[in-house]
């Protein structure tokens, strides 16, 4: 059974998901939409698309941004360090959480990413079960940095 698990603005935790990969996206969306501590707010199938999706967030009337976006590092067009430097590049956008999620594991990606501007890096799981976990886990450890915010 998965608790409520909140910000600290006393509700869920605003996730968009960035990834070209169709069967990831899926589980993600399953898991996450089985997660009441998760809304899953805007899901983005390649860089150019999440990038104007956050845009379009942000300037909306009252600023709508996720609390945290989960971004593929490896996507045609525009992999996730360009979507990422963007984010940071932007002033209207630089202030949103990024963690990269992604299925490599190199130390190379993982120091490149960090040094872009990530706030996490989590290699992706393998399955629905794995990714529920996941989703359990981002609500704990937001649920920790938030309570270490207030």
Known sequence: ????????????I????VDDNPDDRLFAERAFSTNDGLELVAVAEDG???LAALRERVSA??????DLV???????AMDGF????EVRGDPELN????AMLTSSDSPIDLRR??????????TKPLGFVAYRALADSLCHYWTEVSSCRT
């Open 1 to 12: 059974m998965t608790s409520r698990h909140d910000t600290s603005q006393g509700r869920p």
């Open 14 to 17: 605003r996730l968009m998901l």
């Open 48 to 50: 150019p698309e999440a």
């Open 61 to 66: 009337v009252g600023g709508d941004a996720p």
């Open 70 to 76: 989960l971004l593929d590092i490896n996507m045609p």
């Open 82 to 85: 360009e979507v990422l430097a």
């Open 95 to 98: 202030h949103i959480p990024v």
């Open 113 to 122: 990413s960090y040094s872009v501007g990530a706030c996490s890096y989590i």
